[in-house]
Each structure stands twice: as structure tokens, then as C-alpha cells.
T-cell receptor, first 110, second 113 residues
């Protein structure tokens, strides 16, 4: 059975600092997604990573995928308060079967 | 239009009630999904429809009954629910093929009393 593990599960950062969230998965897949969820809200798609070595950046967030290591990272640069949210990685199995990690609850403090 | 809409936003129902959740998208997506999300947990996949046919049923109890009347609409019929079924129910849609980026609706917050 596919397992998707994120760490850390909770992350408290100071504004201006850098940090990385990790997403490990247990089966072969070359499609990985990152989502953001604000409290009480739905999920917002951040990144779609479709191949080994894929790297995508948007603002202060950068995501990468290493399919051989079955690892994706979400790097936060110079965090700001607006980035406070829960971040989920999700791995695409076959036939549209999507499995989510447990989520990383990020709090950015001034 | 990259929007997935869901109605109602909130629903309170008794354990003997029958109700339905509705989801609609007009992005031409041919895959639609139902997820259940409990507080502080990740979304759990319930059902997937691909080209209006049920392709994945993640061992969901029969008190949840999905329906896909056409390529734009997805329903979830609810009957004889239990209090533990209270959760946020999310609908999503995506293209089929090699890119499955999902677009999520705002969700229906369901409370079973």
C-alpha cells in the first residue's frame, strides 16, 4: 500500500528564515503535487511535478522531485506571515488515485 | 473558468435523513472526485469518476452513494449517516491522461446529529 510521509508535521518559523518540508513516498510514481490549505478553506494547488528532477518555483516557495529517492521537497525562502497554512504533498498512483501526506502545519511568526 | 462549485456550503442532518451534496465544473474535465476531510487530517479519497463511470471506490460505506449524471456534475447522496461521518466533503476535478492536477471546490461542511 502506498504511504506518503511528510515531515515535519508542525513547523514554527520566524519571518525571514528558510526551511524545507520533506515528502517521502513508498511506491513508484513520477507525479507529485503540493497543495496549500488555509484554516476552514479548501485546497489550493501550488505545484505539479511530473518528472524526475523537476523543479518549480513560485515566489518564496520552490518544489523539487527526485523519483529515484522517492522524495519531494518544498523549500521556503525568507518566510513571511502570509505563508502560514497547512501544506500537503500528494502522490498520484494509477488511474487518478491520489494519496495525501499528513500535512505540515506551518506558522510564521514575526 | 477554473472554478469548481459545491452546494450546500453547510449541511446539518439527522441520522435518519436523506440529503445530497452537489458539485459542478465547467472546465471540460473528465475526472471528478469526492474526498472526505476530518479536522486536522489530510483529505481521504472516497470516489473517482472517469468519463462518467465510477473508476475508484475506496471501500466507502453504502450510506454514501455517488452519482455522475454528466461530465460536469457530481452528486453524493447521503442516507442513514452516523455522527462520525461529520466532516468537510471536498469535490475535485481534473483532466485525464498524464496530468492529474486537481482543482478543488470550496467543500461542504457536514454535521450529522
Amino acid at each position: 500500500e502506498l504511504k506518503v510521509e511528510q515531515n515535519p508535521l508542525f513547523l514554527s518559523m520566524q519571518e525571514g528564515k528558510n526551511y524545507t518540508i520533506y515528502c517521502n513516498y513508498s511506491t513508484t510514481s513520477d507525479r507529485l503535487y503540493w497543495y496549500r490549505q488555509d484554516p476552514g478553506k479548501s485546497l489550493e494547488s501550488l505545484f505539479v511535478l511530473l518528472s524526475n528532477g523537476a523543479v518549480k518555483q513560485e515566489g518564496r516557495l520552490m518544489a523539487s522531485l527526485d523519483t529515484k529517492a522517492r522524495l519531494s521537497t518544498l523549500h521556503i525562502t525568507a518566510a513571511v506571515h502570509d505563508l502560514s497554512a497547512t501544506y500537503f504533498c500528494a502522490v498520484d498512483m494509477v488511474n487518478n488515485d491520489m494519496r495525501f501526506g499528513a500535512g505540515t502545519r506551518l506558522t510564521v511568526k514575526p | 473558468d477554473t472554478e469548481v462549485t459545491q452546494t450546500p456550503k453547510h449541511l446539518v442532518m439527522g441520522m435518519t435523513n436523506k440529503k445530497s451534496l452537489k458539485c459542478e465544473q465547467h472546465m471540460g474535465h473528465r475526472a471528478m472526485y469526492w474526498y472526505k476531510q476530518k479536522a486536522k487530517k489530510p483529505p481521504e479519497l472516497m470516489f473517482v469518476y472517469s468519463y462518467e463511470k465510477l473508476s475508484i471506490n475506496e471501500s466507502v460505506p453504502s450510506r454514501f452513494s455517488p452519482e455522475c449524471p454528466n461530465s460536469s456534475l457530481l452528486n453524493l447522496h447521503l442516507h442513514a449517516l452516523q455522527p462520525e461521518d461529520s466532516a468537510l466533503y471536498l469535490c475535485a476535478s481534473s483532466q485525464t491522461g498524464t496530468v492529474y492536477e486537481q482543482y478543488f471546490g470550496p467543500g461542504t461542511r457536514l454535521t450529522v446529529t
